[in-house]
């Protein structure tokens, strides 16, 4: 079993900044991506970030040029810098990772963590 645990939400005034951190711990064997997802009230889940062990990034159109996912694959955590942040950028952001042991791969959720962007 792995384990995520996310830290960093709270409440910004827009055009302020963020840091998520979320780190993976358990019976670690080889991450293969880590990622962001968000969820606004009334809305369906949505893809904010992902990388690679690789080092390789995604972005969501709404977030490119704000947002700056990284890793660090030595301690197993992952980070998104959320800057300029807007009213719509309200939600509850998630991590996710995509864990492989031998053939088996296997999605694994963080409990999320509330960042409200509001005056």
């Known amino acids: 079993q792995v384990q995520l645990v996310e830290s960093g939400g709270g409440l910004v005034q827009p055009g302020g900044s963020l840091r998520l951190s979320c780190a993976a711990s358990?019976?670690?064997?080889?991450?293969?991506?880590m990622d962001w997802y968000r969820q606004a009230p009334g809305k369906q889940r949505e893809l904010v970030a992902a990388?690679?062990?690789?080092?390789?990034?995604n972005y969501a159109d709404f977030v490119k040029g704000r947002f700056t996912i990284s890793r660090d694959n030595t301690k197993n955590t992952v980070v998104l810098q959320m800057n300029s942040l807007k009213p719509e950028d309200t939600a509850v952001y998630y991590c996710?990772?995509?864990?492989?042991?031998?053939?088996?791969?296997?999605?694994?959720w963080g409990q999320g963590t509330q960042v409200t962007v509001s005056s």
């Open positions: 990388i690679t062990g690789g080092g390789t990034t």
């Open positions: 996710h990772i995509i864990h492989k042991r031998g053939f088996t791969t296997t999605p694994y």
């Open positions: 358990g019976s670690i064997f080889v991450i293969v991506s």
